[in-house]
């Protein structure tokens, strides 16, 4: 009976949020690796809930999409048990536009990375900082004094 295929990368499960980052990912994918486009970041976790359980030992996650996009996919894959050396992102060339998460209320909105922001949720003006979570795939929104 032939054991498990070792040779070459290891296969990835890629989820590409957006056709784009669906066209990029076909791209650089190879014929084992799993390709799964998503309308929208939030649906990450639908997909991964259902083919986490499918996969085995030396599988690797890759997030493709817009910065923001691509965190929140390793976020969501973390969420679920994922080992950090086992998500990559592909960021598309737009890391001007970032997640930023409310250091005040833990709300999530996207804003200009060099921008300054007022959180949707809480109204707090936040400076967009560089400190990135992978937890919680954004940056810290710092309150402006
Ligand atoms: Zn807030």
Do not use: K, N, Y
Not at 89 to 102: A, E, G, I, T, Y
Not at 110 to 118: F, M, P
Request: aromatic share 2%.
């Amino acid at each position: 009976m032939p054991g498990p295929d070792v040779s070459g990368p290891p296969p990835r499960l890629v989820l590409a949020v957006g056709e784009r980052a669906g066209a990029a990912a076909a791209e650089r994918c190879a014929a084992r690796d799993r390709v799964r486009v998503v309308v929208s970041a939030d649906d990450a976790a639908t997909v991964l809930d259902a083919e986490l359980p499918r996969l085995t030992t030396g599988w690797r996650i890759v997030g493709v999409g817009t910065t923001a996009d691509a965190a929140a996919v390793r976020a969501a894959a973390l969420a679920r048990g994922a080992l950090g050396e086992e998500v990559t992102v592909w960021p598309l060339d737009d890391s001007w536009r970032v997640r930023v998460h409310c250091g005040v209320c833990h709300h999530q909105g996207e804003s200009r990375r060099d921008a300054l922001a007022a959180c949707p949720a809480c109204g707090t003006a936040l400076a967009v900082s560089d400190q990135e979570s992978r937890v919680h795939g954004a940056v810290l929104g710092v309150p402006r004094a």
